[in-house]
C-alpha cells in the first residue's frame, strides 16, 4: 500500500514537462496579451494625436459648466442693478467706482465656487472692508443678493442655492483674497469688468477665469449688453440703446484645448452652445479694431497710430471690459489694442485670464506690447507683461511689429 501511494503523489518527469510546458505557454500567451495591448494604444495615440490631452482636459468640463452656471446667475443680479438709477456706487482707494452690483456679483460667484470646489483659492478685485464700516450698503447689497437665483432650482442648488446671511456675505466676498501665483488651483475673478460702462450704459463683463500652476485652463464671460447675434458688427455693440432690447446677453466660454463657445444668457439652465472662432482676415488693413473707451487705461493716440502703420483707415470700435476679447473671439472685430497709458500700471490677472483664453481657443494669440505671452502666474497682477495686444495669429507679429514701432521698443 505505501508503495502504491508513494507512486501516485510523486509525479513522474513526464509530467513535470507537462506542467513545465503549459506554465510556460500561459505566461507567453499573457506576454502577447500585454504587448498587443500596449501596442494598439500606442496606435490610438498615433491616431488620435489629442487622445491624452482630451483624457486630461476633460476634467475640465465639471469646472467649466459650474464657471457658465455661477456668471450666468450673477449676470441676474448685474442686469437688475444697471436698470436701477441708483447703483450704490462708492469710491474706492484706487479713486476707481465700485457698485452693489460689483460686490453682490462677487459673493454670489465666490459661494458657487465654495460649494463645488472648496479647496481652491480666489483672486477677485473686491474687498467687504468699506461694506463692515457701511452698515446701509452692506444691507442693501444682502437685500439684493438674498433675492437672486436661477429659475430652475436644481441649477441654482448645484451652485449652492441662497447664501446664508449678510455676515457670512460679507466673509464669502473676502474669500477672494488670494495672492496669485504660479502653483495651484487658483480663480480669477472680475465680478463687474468696465465699472465705468456699466455706470454710463455701455458694455460691461462679469468674468471668471480658472488658472491651474499658473496657466489659464477654463474661461466664462458674460456680456449682458452684447447682441445675441455673433455676425452682428461691432458697432452694433457698443452702445446703452442696445441693452434695452431683448435680443442681447451672451455668455462665453472656453477650457484650454477644446475651443470658444457662445450661448444666449438666460435666467434659467444654460441654453445651447455653439463654437466661435476669429474671422480669416487676408489683409490687415481690411482688420477692425476695438479699444477702450476710457482714455485713461489706455492709449487711444497710440492705439490709432498702430492702426494707421498697418494701414486701417476705418477709425477704432471703443467698447468697455472684456466685451473686446468676446467680440474679437466671434469673429465681430479682429485686433484688441490695450498700449499703456503710464509706465508702471499693472495690468491686474482678472482683467484678462478668461477673454487671453477665449481669443487664443478662437484662434487669435495675445500678448504684450513685447511680443510675450500674458503671464499670470505672478500674483494678482501682470507684473511681466505691459498693455495687450491681440489679433488673428496670423497678423500677430505684424500687429507686434507696428506696436514696437509706434513705440519706439
Ligand atoms: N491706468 C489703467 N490702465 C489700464 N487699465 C486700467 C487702468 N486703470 C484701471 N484699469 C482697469 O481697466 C478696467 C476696465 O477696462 P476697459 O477700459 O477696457 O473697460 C478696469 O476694470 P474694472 O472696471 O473691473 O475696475 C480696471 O481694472
Ligand atoms: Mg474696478
Ligand atoms: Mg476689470
Ligand atoms: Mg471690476
Known amino acids: 500500500m505505501k508503495h502504491t501511494t508513494a507512486h501516485r503523489t510523486d509525479p513522474s518527469p513526464r509530467s513535470y514537462l507537462f506542467r513545465f510546458v503549459s506554465r510556460l505557454l500561459i505566461c507567453s500567451t499573457l506576454i502577447l496579451a500585454l504587448s498587443v495591448a500596449l501596442k494598439s494604444r500606442s496606435r490610438l495615440s498615433l491616431l488620435l494625436p489629442h487622445f491624452s490631452t482630451k483624457v486630461e482636459t476633460m476634467a475640465y468640463q465639471q469646472e467649466r459648466f459650474i464657471a457658465e452656471l455661477a456668471v450666468q446667475r450673477a449676470c441676474l443680479l448685474t442686469q437688475k442693478v444697471f436698470f436701477e438709477k441708483a447703483k450704490g456706487t462708492v469710491s474706492k482707494d484706487d479713486k476707481s467706482p465700485v457698485t452693489i452690483g460689483d460686490f453682490g456679483a462677487q459673493a454670489l460667484i465666490i459661494s458657487a465656487i465654495r460649494k463645488n470646489f472648496p479647496n481652491d483659492e ?60 504660479a502653483s495651484g488651483r487658483i480663480w480669477a475673478l472680475d465680478p463687474i469688468d468696465g465699472t465705468k460702462g456699466f455706470l454710463r450704459g455701455g458694455q460691461y463683463a462679469v468674468c471668471l477665469g480658472l488658472m491651474v500652476d499658473g496657466d489659464v485652463k477654463v474661461g466664462a464671460i458674460g456680456t449682458p449688453n452684447l447682441p445675441v447675434d455673433d455676425a452682428a458688427s461691432l458697432d452694433a455693440s457698443t452702445g446703452a440703446q442696445q441693452a434695452a432690447t431683448t435680443a442681447n446677453g451672451v455668455l462665453f466660454s472656453a477650457v484650454l484645448g477644446e475651443g470658444a463657445t457662445s450661448r444666449p444668457l438666460t435666467s434659467s439652465t444654460l441654453a445651447a452652445s455653439k463654437p466661435i472662432s476669429m474671422r480669416p482676415v487676408s489683409n490687415i488693413s481690411d482688420a ?48 484688441y489694442l490695450r498700449l499703456p497709458v503710464k509706465k508702471d500700471y499693472q495690468e491686474k490677472i482678472w482683467d484678462h485670464a478668461a477673454g487671453d483664453l477665449l481669443v487664443r481657443e478662437a484662434g487669435g494669440q495675445v500678448t504684450d506690447i513685447y511680443g510675450n505671452r500674458l503671464d499670470f502666474s505672478k500674483g ?16 500677430q507679429d505684424a500687429v507686434v511689429g507696428a506696436v514696437k514701432s509706434v513705440l519706439k521698443l
Request: charged share 25%; proline share 2%.
Open 288 to 335: 477692425v479694431f476695438c479699444e477702450g473707451v476710457e482714455a485713461a487705461h489706455s492709449a487711444q493716440g497710440d492705439n490709432a497710430a498702430v492702426a494707421q502703420l498697418l494701414g486701417i483707415t476705418a477709425p477704432s470700435v471703443r467698447l468697455d471690459s472684456q466685451a473686446k476679447y468676446c467680440s474679437i473671439a466671434r469673429g465681430a472685430g479682429d485686433i
Open 122 to 181: 480666489i483672486v477677485a478685485e473686491e474687498e467687504a472692508s468699506s461694506l463692515r464700516e457701511d452698515k446701509d450698503l452692506s444691507a442693501e447689497i444682502w437685500r439684493l443678493v438674498k433675492d437672486i437665483k436661477l429659475d430652475d432650482e436644481e441649477s441654482d442648488n448645484i451652485l449652492g442655492g441662497p447664501l446664508a446671511s449678510e455676515q457670512s456675505m460679507l466673509d464669502i466676498i473676502d474669500n477672494g483674497n488670494s495672492a496669485g501665483g
Open 380 to 395: 494678482r497682477t501682470l507684473a511681466a507683461n505691459k498693455g495687450v495686444v491681440a489679433s488673428p495669429k496670423a497678423h
